[in-house]
């Protein structure tokens, strides 16, 4: 799948880079252009890829803090002349845009779904958000923001692909330690999947194709992504079961989304070399995949990939209603009254308890 990138705020431009390195370096080709866009000039400073500072009028530079209402408003104010960055990147060849932020900053929190909104009205292509939800240790700012940002990007972009921090990272390490190696996975893993959808040589019939990725997503609401990998056998025969268990650590443990399993549609890639990639060993996964999302429509593909590894990517596609989604809202919603309780708001009591669209 050709894409472009465009990762606005802190989060959403490393990613954004991250993500560029790894197709770059794994020669590709599925991302055709990378634009990193921030209120807060330091933050771009540290980047390679091209930058757009927006809200130089209003806060000079100098980020909006964890204001995610003002991170909307700047961008707003300069969509302009972001949409004028993009001018150029966004070829006949581009499939798919990409906007990618931390949910739970200032930003990208507010400035991502704006974007969103405006690339709906312009450009004729899918427009997804790859959002970054805040671990369950991070503060109360920071879960109420990304409930907002959250509620309101979903119904501005056609899917929206969820990455969870506490999910791609080892045990014990701290989040902001993590960072880079949350960063990291996500650049290989969604790499892979942007990769997935681009022909390679000597294709055969089940390869899969960008149409997949994209019909998996249709149905839009909240999308999520697992991985896993092991030790190819030499021949396909020798795989069956390596193909099987891999799906299975993909959808339990490697997923970017823990918990999130019951899903609308789903897509299972299997990549490796060609002629150790075992048939059979794909439909019964396949078929596993099937009976655990509760979906009929999954879809499947191989990513012919030479590798010493063979690895399963599975694409859940409308995964709203599952525990993990309905437990991440209500932790936003009480951050969110916590933050609003002042001590003589007896009003209060009247207020509507849920969390409010950003616009
Ligand atoms: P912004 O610059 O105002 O948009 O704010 P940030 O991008 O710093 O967003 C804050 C949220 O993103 C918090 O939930 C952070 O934990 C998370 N975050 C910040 N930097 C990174 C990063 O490099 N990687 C990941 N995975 N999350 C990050």
Known sequence: MKVVLIGVGQAGGKIAQSLAEFDYNMDFDAVQGALAVNSAHADLQNLDIETQLVGQDTVKGHGVGGDNELGAQVMQDDAIEVMDSLDGKITAQAEAIFVIAGLGGGTGSGGAPVLVRELQRVYDLPIYALGVLPGR?????????????????????????????????????????????????????????????EAVEG???????????????????IACMGYASAISGETAEDNINAVTSVTRSALFTGTSLPDAVTADSALLVVAGRPEAIPR??????????????????????????????????????????????????????????????????HAANFRNDDLEDLF
Request: glycine share 10%; aromatic share 4%; charged share 30%.
């Open 203 to 221: 294709v055969g019939e089940s390869v899969v194709d960008t149409s997949e990725v994209i019909n998996t997503l249709r149905e839009g609401g």
């Open 137 to 197: 240790g991070e503060g109360s700012m920071y879960q109420a923001n990304a409930g907002r940002s959250l509620k309101t990007v979903v119904r501005e972009a056609d899917s929206t692909i969820l990455v969870d921090n506490d999910a791609w990272h080892d045990a014990g390490e701290s989040i902001e330690g993590a960072f880079d190696s949350i960063n990291q996975n996500i650049a290989q893993r969604i790499g892979l999947l942007f990769a997935s959808g």
């Open 280 to 345: 059979k060993g794909v439909e019964r996964a396949r078929r596993w995949v099937e009976d655990q999302t509760g979906s009929m429509q999954v879809r499947g593909g191989d990513f012919p990939l030479d590798s010493d590894r063979i690895a399963a990517l599975v694409l859940l596609g409308g995964v709203e209603r599952s525990p993990r989604i309905e437990e991440f809202m209500e932790r936003a919603r009480e951050a969110q009254q916590q933050q609003q309780k002042a001590p003589e708001d």
